[in-house]
Nanobody, 121 residues
Framework: VQLVESGGGLVQPGGSLRLSCAAS????????MGWARQVPGKGLEWVSA???????YYADSVKGRFTASRDNAKNTFYLHMNSLKPEDTAVYYC????????????????WGQGTQVTVSS
């Protein structure tokens, strides 16, 4: 299993970014996919989970601003981030697991290397 995130960068407050997670080595369409983030010196924070049936859940801190999506034909998982705030600054990680993971769980078996998102003027 391999997960490779991309799309991070520096953006001004109120701006948008789209993160991508390219997946390989497993049957992408059947796995639970998740996003989490981490600020240096702090713990990992769950952001979103998306299931094989397309249902999606979000942390309250990003609900209404972030949208997760998946393209099963391209084996790619996305996080569309709008109305970004300085407090969204973090390293964002993509994760996957063959089993159902309840919303908020971060007990995923596989993780990417992360991509840095910095929101600053």
């Amino acid at each position: 299993v391999q997960l490779v995130e991309s799309g991070g960068g520096l953006v001004q407050p109120g701006g948008s970014l789209r993160l991508s997670c390219a997946a390989s080595g497993f049957t992408f369409s059947t796995y639970t996919m998740g996003w989490a983030r981490q600020v240096p010196g702090k713990g990992l924070e769950w952001v979103s989970a998306m299931y094989d049936d397309g249902s999606t859940y979000y942390a309250d801190s990003v609900k209404g601003r972030f949208t997760a999506s998946r393209d099963n034909a391209k084996n790619t998982f996305y996080l569309h981030m709008n109305s970004l705030k300085p407090e969204d600054t973090a390293v964002y990680y993509c994760a996957t697991d063959p089993e159902y993971q309840v919303p908020g769980s971060m007990k995923y078996d596989y993780w990417g290397q992360g991509t840095q998102v910095t929101v600053s003027s």
